[in-house]
């Protein structure tokens, strides 16, 4: 019917290439396991045997591939745009080697992941790639850019930086209660972006036409002439997104 179609269409013939692109994709006989909770982004890839816990996100770009061996994701742990989490059926000395990733962990933009285990709220920074058979402990910190080298493993409270990784020191607690309150901003963060890539094509239509009828309002100019103007609440993000911002309207 298409094909008879195109060719009714004459010189006017236009085929549209459609993106083939599946968020999530079955592989062999395993398929993911995504908590009703949990947040893939639409350009995001969770292929084959792969498990995403509740209140995790998988942001723009990032590629989860569970074919040779497993992939577990904890909870309220995210993955940021880009990163590469994949497996490794095994090492040379036969060792399994699934990935891990453990609850409340971030794993920054542009990551790689390759058959290791992340425990709970560890961080791994931005570039870092982590190798196989790596252990990083939980309140361990990769630097950005980091290479982990095979089987190293990174003890309770330590910054590793580098190419190959080395001790650099000791986190502080400030630095350690930053991991914990950077996997709750992105979880937060993420039911945003949830909601949005919810909308109806008619919603957010809606929303450009009043952006368009809010746009280049000066705040200032509407005070000297005592206008007020209400920002229409489908245009107001949680205070929970920005909790500072929200702290000082009230004060």
Known sequence: MDRLGCRLQGNYYFQEQL???????????????????????????????????????IWYGCVLQ???NTISVGSGTN?????????????????????IIGNNVTIGHSAVIHGCTIEDEAFVGMGATVLDGV??????MVAAGALVRQNTRIPFGEVWAGNPAKFLRKLTDEEIAFISQSATNYIN??????AENA?????????????????????EYDSMLGVHRETPPELVLPDNIFPDKAQKAVQ
């Open 19 to 57: 993106s083939r692109h599946r968020t999530l994709m079955n592989l062999f006989d395993k398929s993911p396991v995504v908590d009703k909770d949990a947040f893939v982004a639409p350009s995001a890839s969770v292929i084959g045997d792969v498990q995403v816990g509740r209140g995790s996100s």
């Open 66 to 68: 569970g074919d040779v």
């Open 79 to 99: 993955i940021q745009h880009n990163s590469l989490v994949h497996v490794a059926k095994s090492n040379l000395s036969g060792k399994v080697l699934p990935t």
């Open 135 to 140: 252990v990083v402990e939980k309140n361990a």
């Open 189 to 194: 963060l993420a039911q945003v972006h949830a």
């Open 199 to 219: 909308k109806s094509f008619d919603e957010i239509e809606f929303e450009k036409v009043l952006r368009k009828k809010f746009a280049r309002r000066d705040e």
